[in-house]
């Protein structure tokens, strides 16, 4: 240390005990602050940003995001927390509790005169012999997207740790459609972007559009509102006056020249949208019975049901243009007079689903135009709200894409739902792709703590025993904290599972209602394997790289800089 200060003289080191006790103060106060939003019946927080701005959340990940956290160890826990939720989707809370706890545990051993590293070398071994654990208890299952009891089960359990409950319950419904829409198989990961959030500020309940919702409208008043039995032609083909790539210009002697300079230039685009025109004549005959063409349908979905998969018989079909390039008034106004609805500018991440959650193909040139790049959609409707306008584009038949419509009567309650969805989508792809579950609950901590301590512990020797003891410690703070927000008594509720787990043999969950043991797969309380196993590895890794700092040094190049030479 001395030798640092005879090169930087004004560097500030924290050293030995006292580097300990601030990194355990840090990883502890962390804790402290999420520790009231665990679970089901935890608290909210209310967030005050610099100009006023308000937001309600419990969300674990919101709050490390948006709190400003000054002290360094406790920046690095929150860093590496909101880096369990990049990779998984969720466990941020149980992350920064259970990081926090093992070093509150470690803490003691240390101050009593136990090594480091010694104790870190247990750590480890009590977090490999929990990760075997963990695949020993997990509750695999082959079928899961088909059962949609068991989906609505691991949604609800994720929504329900951050939203209302009766909300929850219905978004949980909205969710696995969402999921089954997308799913392809079970060796191809699950792909989200292809559901689309919309938020839309309206007091009526969220709820699933098998199909898209675009954030913009007809441009011309009138075409049609509500159109059924769709043939959807997504384009990106021109429809207005065009620039030259060089510079030109229209040079004239006459108003006649000129008349027929300006007729020529829009005998172009009417003989676009002449070919436009027949087009449509050609494919939507009165009195035809629509089907999808084969392209629109994906065989390996066969669980998707829609109430208009297929349309109803002699009903007129009807033809909308989605286009992703300008269309000019004059072609918007041939087309409305043909009862045709036509979008221009559309986005292009809009223009991918919908070929997706139509079907058919984009078409990028007008000689190009077959039937088969058609797709098709029981429904296509206009909302006005406000300066808003909503184009919803549903009934899709075997949709590979689809939107979540979150409404809500303010911003906060929009915002909330938002990143609720967020995690019960990921909770759900967890599970499908993981092909299995663990019980939730609580009931896996309080089974590998119990684990560690009559299985594992008498197989180890030496002074490593504290470290696989403090392990065991710290993996019931879960179930203490669940106790802890729902009122209960925490002591008799752990006695209480401890003994359940004793005598039955089985992984038994706390009830936050009653405080009562559980089995969660009966009360549909599950937890992604993937979750615990990265929130496991991730604090222990971290608590025992903090445990190991023998020294804090502030002593970047910018302190150490010298004064300016005097002339």
């Known amino acids: 240390m001395s030798q640092l200060r005879d090169l930087n003289p004004n560097a500030e080191i924290v050293s030995k005990t006292q580097a300990r006790a601030v990194n355990v103060a840090a990883g502890v106060g962390l804790q402290n602050v999420l520790k009231s939003n665990l679970g089901p019946r935890g608290t909210l927080k209310?967030?005050?940003?610099?100009?006023?701005?308000?937001?309600?959340?419990?969300?674990?990940?919101?709050?490390?995001?948006?709190?400003?956290?000054?002290?360094?160890?406790?920046?690095?826990?929150?860093?590496?927390?909101?880096?369990?939720?990049?990779?998984?989707?969720?466990?941020?809370?149980?992350?920064?509790?259970?990081?926090?706890?093992?070093?509150?545990?470690a803490d003691k051993h240390i101050s009593e005169g136990l090594h480091p590293r010694i104790l870190v070398e247990g750590l480890e071994t009590a977090r490999d012999e929990t990760l075997k654990f963990l695949n020993q208890v997990k509750v695999e299952k082959e079928d899961?997207?088909?059962?949609?009891?068991?989906?609505?089960?691991?949604?609800?359990?994720?929504?329900?740790?951050?939203?209302?409950?009766?909300?929850?319950?219905?978004?949980?419904?909205?969710?696995?459609?969402?999921?089954?829409?997308?799913?392809?198989?079970?060796?191809?990961?699950?792909?989200?972007?292809r559901v689309e959030v919309i938020a839309m500020a309206r007091a009526k309940g969220s709820r699933f559009v098998n199909g898209l919702v675009l954030d913009h409208g007809a441009r011309h008043p009138d075409m049609p509102d509500v159109l059924e039995n769709c043939r959807i032609m997504t384009c990106n083909v021109s429809l207005e006056y065009e620039k030259t790539e060089t510079q030109s210009g229209f040079y004239y002697s006459t108003a006649e020249e000129r008349e027929k300079l300006v007729e020529s230039e829009r005998k172009w685009l009417d003989d676009r949208c002449r070919e436009v025109i027949e087009f449509k004549r050609a494919v939507c005959k009165e009195g035809e019975v629509s089907k999808p063409h084969s392209s629109c349908i994906n065989n390996s979905?066969?669980?998707?049901?829609?109430?208009?998969?297929?349309?109803?018989?002699?009903?007129?079909?009807?033809?909308?243009?989605?286009?992703?390039?300008?269309?000019?008034?004059?072609?918007?106004?041939?087309?409305?007079?043909?009862?045709?609805?036509?979008?221009?500018?559309a986005k292009r991440r809009n223009m991918e689903r919908l070929t997706l959650a139509c079907g058919g193909s984009p078409i990028h040139s007008l000689q190009d135009m077959e039937e088969s790049q058609?797709?098709?959609?029981?429904?296509?409707?206009?909302?006005?709200?406000?300066?808003?306008?909503?184009?919803?584009?549903?009934?899709?038949?075997?949709?590979?894409?689809?939107?979540?419509?979150?409404?809500?009567?303010?911003?906060?309650?929009?915002?909330?739902?938002?990143?609720?969805?967020k995690d019960g989508l990921r909770a759900l792809k967890n599970a499908l792709e993981d092909r299995a579950l663990v019980p939730g609950g609580g009931a896996f901590e309080i089974a590998a703590s119990m684990h560690l301590i009559s299985n594992i512990l008498p197989t180890v020797k030496g002074k490593s025993k504290l470290g696989i003891q403090a392990f065991a410690d710290a993996l019931l703070i879960i179930p203490k904290t669940l106790a802890e927000n729902s009122g209960l008594d925490v002591q008799t509720c752990i006695f209480d599972l401890q003994e359940e787990r004793q005598s039955t043999q089985m992984l038994v969950g706390l009830n936050v209602k009653t405080g009562a043991p559980m089995l969660p797969g009966d009360e549909g309380v599950w937890d992604n394997i993937r979750v615990k196993r990265q929130s496991l590895y991730l604090s222990t890794v971290l608590a025992s790289q903090l445990l190991l700092v023998d020294e804090v040094m502030r002593a970047g190049k910018q302190m150490g800089k010298q004064a300016p030479m005097e002339n």
């Open 46 to 105: 209310l967030l005050v940003g610099g100009a006023g701005q308000l937001k309600l959340t419990k969300d674990g990940l919101v709050l490390l995001k948006e709190m400003q956290i000054q002290h360094p160890t406790a920046a690095l826990i929150a860093r590496t927390a909101t880096a369990q939720d990049d990779v998984t989707g969720d466990g941020t809370t149980s992350t920064v509790l259970t990081c926090g706890e093992l070093l509150k545990q």
């Open 144 to 193: 899961m997207v088909s059962d949609r009891e068991l989906l609505h089960s691991v949604a609800l359990t994720s929504l329900a740790t951050k939203l209302d409950y009766d909300l929850s319950t219905s978004l949980a419904d909205a969710l696995v459609n969402a999921i089954q829409c997308v799913y392809t198989s079970p060796d191809e990961p699950i792909d989200l972007n």
């Open 301 to 345: 979905t066969p669980f998707l049901v829609s109430n208009h998969s297929l349309p109803l018989p002699l009903q007129q079909q009807t033809f909308v243009i989605i286009n992703q390039k300008g269309v000019d008034p004059l072609s918007l106004d041939i087309f409305a007079k043909e009862g045709i609805l036509c979008l221009r500018r």
């Open 374 to 421: 058609l797709g098709y959609a029981g429904k296509v409707s206009q909302v006005t709200l406000g300066e808003d306008k909503f184009t919803f584009v549903e009934d899709c038949a075997h949709a590979k894409s689809c939107t979540l419509l979150l409404q809500g009567p303010n911003e906060h309650s929009i915002t909330q739902t938002k990143d609720a969805v």
